[in-house]
């Protein structure tokens, strides 16, 4: 089980627990009967909804008393007034909330949060942005929060009308600037930034790019061990996503991120990042120019096989290939 | 430090799985009660020892979880779910025992979860949860059956590649970061559907290569803690791009070896966690994978005995 510790425990305090636990076994059994019982009688009343309550707060995975759960649910709405649904969604929204602190990566906990949004009469999706927020504040890499944040912005855009491109790629800014190890805000950027630009075309994708640059420069100084902010850098200096440069350009490009690389390993001799960013950078220059790899990054590449053995036979085949 | 293999103990562990009826544990996981066989009946096999659970009541308890539908529950009253049908699917096909039941209409249970429009699958009829593990679920369990001429691949494979993303890795959904179950359920689609040449394989292996911690372990993702289930799904992602050796195996090997429970048997997703057979099975296929400890082979596509492939239409 992710992350729950192993205990050596005595014969005696295992005999002890099974004696504890034989009591909730017997409980919860006699839960899931009632549930399912219900079930099987087409039984959709608030009593049995407060019924599948307990047992989700016990047992989020139980897939299947969630979709019971949304079959009472649609049934109490048939005959219901809009306020009433509402009021209800609100009450289930709040459960939901309560069970996400909890168990922040249950696939079905979010799955039926969408589901209740969707059958709201009125869903407030500015108050859903504000809860993903928190959520991704409580776990600034939980994927989960990351697909609900886009799903609500998606949400929201087609309520209003409005693109939300622009204070989405802020959001991914806080999130960079309270911690440069962030490869999901990094990530998230790469798929707003050509959308930005599209939306605005106003922007100066040049300038852009420059910033982008300078941004992610900072980064690498402040953790030049982090992989997330490499990644991105790649994607800045290779990529046609931003700005489609010229043949010149790109090669400018390069050979300014392969000096400011090559400054940064003065500091840093025994960087991996540095080393593998410039032997990829410098044979992508010659590629670019014609020319025969510089002799140098044989050596780079015979370095990185000394001080990262774990992935020598990498290095090996590139070295081969170049 | 456990630096040997446990067979024994571990044969022991998934065989006692089905006796903790006094544990609570055991009723609260029965919504993963079917792949929970297909994880110990695998694990199980990769170690030489099938026979060691009852062929003739898996085979009973199966047919148990189907559903009018088609589909398959996780155990009797749980409601019909993609991915136990395709647990369900393995555990037959494993025992040579697909003819109990009737393969078109699991075939119309699975085919009616695709979208038409963007290709994508729903998990159930249920609800509109969809993304690359029910594609890749859905794929495997119609290769099986040999009914995936039903399905609409090349729409599948278009929503494959719109997950691709620019570290050359795969996301769940569209849009979504790179995750290393994600690139393991997109090229084990694309490699059911022969279309690996959408895979940018140089930017991708570099991505999956960079997983292996210096604790020997690999991760999920960038800046995250290793675990033991990410040795089957990048390493499984590395023998399909046929760069294993761009890790060090025998790291790898130590750091799931380590994560056994010398007592009971079983492995962790990390030394000293509490054991379990997700994690038991997937330890074991990757040091099947790397071809340690003298296991069977194992198929990195369809995480299954090599043993049987042979019996899959392609």
């Not at chain 2, 494959?160 to 690139?183: L, M, R, T």
Request: glycine share 6%; net charge negative; charged share 25%.
């Amino acid at each position: 089980m992710h992350s729950v510790k192993r205990e050596r425990t005595s014969a005696k305090v295992l005999e002890e627990r099974r004696r504890r636990e034989a009591g909730k076994i017997v409980e919860y059994k006699a839960l899931v009967d009632k549930v399912l019982t219900a079930r099987k009688n087409h039984d959709y009343t608030p009593g049995t909804l407060s019924l599948t309550t307990t047992l989700l707060k016990q047992n989020p995975e139980y897939y299947t008393v969630w979709n019971y759960r949304r079959e009472i649910l649609s049934s109490i709405f048939q005959t219901q007034t809009a306020d009433a649904i509402q009021s209800q969604i609100d009450n289930e929204l709040q459960f939901l909330f309560a069970r996400l602190i909890e168990f922040p990566k249950c696939y079905w906990i979010w799955n039926h949060r969408k589901w209740c949004l969707q059958s709201s009469p009125s869903p407030s999706w500015k108050f859903e942005l504000g809860l993903v927020t928190k959520m991704l504040d409580r776990d600034a890499r939980n994927f989960h929060g990351w697909h609900y944040r886009r799903y609500v912005v998606q949400c929201t855009e087609k309520a209003t009308g409005k693109s939300m491109v622009r204070p989405e790629f802020d959001y991914t800014t806080t999130k960079i600037n309270a911690n440069f190890s962030n490869f999901s805000a990094w990530h998230n950027r790469t798929k707003l930034i050509p959308r930005l630009l599209k939306e605005e075309p106003e922007t100066d994708a040049r300038k852009l790019l420059a910033n982008e640059i300078y941004l992610i420069t900072q980064a690498i100084y402040t953790d030049p061990d982090d992989q997330s902010v490499w990644l991105y850098h790649r994607w800045l200096v290779t990529s046609d996503d931003i700005v489609k440069l010229s043949s010149d350009e790109r090669k400018d490009l390069l050979e300014k991120e392969i000096k400011s690389i090559q400054e940064l390993l003065e500091v840093e001799p025994d960087s991996k990042w540095c080393l593998q960013s410039l032997a990829f950078y410098k044979g992508l220059l010659a590629t670019l120019a014609g020319e025969r790899v510089e002799s140098s990054v044989h050596g780079y590449l015979d370095k990185l096989q000394e001080i990262d053995p774990m992935r020598k036979k990498r290095y090996e085949d590139w070295n081969k290939q170049l | 430090m456990s630096s040997e293999f446990m067979r024994e103990k571990h044969i022991a562990y998934i065989q006692s799985l089905d006796n903790k009826q006094d544990e609570l544990e055991y009723w609260l996981s029965e919504h993963l009660r079917m792949s929970g066989i297909y994880w110990g009946l695998t694990a199980l096999d990769l170690m030489g020892a099938r026979d060691m659970l009852p062929r003739e009541k898996v085979i009973e308890y199966v047919k148990s979880c189907q559903h009018p539908n088609g589909g398959f529950g996780a155990h009797p009253g749980h409601d019909p779910h993609l991915l136990y049908t395709l647990s369900a699917i393995q555990i037959l096909f494993i025992q040579d025992a697909l003819d109990a039941v009737d393969a078109d209409i699991v075939a119309k249970f699975v085919t009616s979860l695709q979208d038409p429009e963007t290709g994508t699958v729903r998990g159930d009829v249920t609800g509109d949860e969809a993304d690359t593990r029910f594609v890749y679920a859905a794929m495997q369990c119609l290769s099986i059956l040999g009914k995936l001429d039903q399905f609409d691949v090349a729409k599948a494979v278009e929503y494959i590649d719109q997950c691709k993303n620019y570290d050359g890795g795969y996301g769940f959904v569209p849009g979504a970061e790179s995750h290393a179950g994600g690139v393991f359920t997109s090229l084990g689609a694309l490699a059911i559907a022969n279309r690996l040449d959408l895979v940018d394989k140089d930017l991708l292996s570099w991505w999956l290569c960079e997983r292996q911690l210096p604790a020997g372990g690999l991760n999920g993702r960038p800046e995250k803690l290793p675990d033991v289930c990410y040795s089957w799904w990048v390493l499984s992602s590395l023998a399909i791009l046929g760069r294993l050796d761009w890790i060090d195996r025998q790291k790898l090997r130590e750091f799931i070896l380590d994560a056994q429970d010398d007592e009971q048997g079983g492995i962790a997703d990390r030394k000293g966690d509490m054991v379990d057979v997700f994690h038991t099975l997937f330890g074991i296929a990757a040091l099947s994978l790397l071809g340690f400890e003298n296991l069977e082979p194992v198929n990195p596509v369809y995480c299954l005995p090599e043993r049987i492939m042979g019996r899959v239409k392609m």
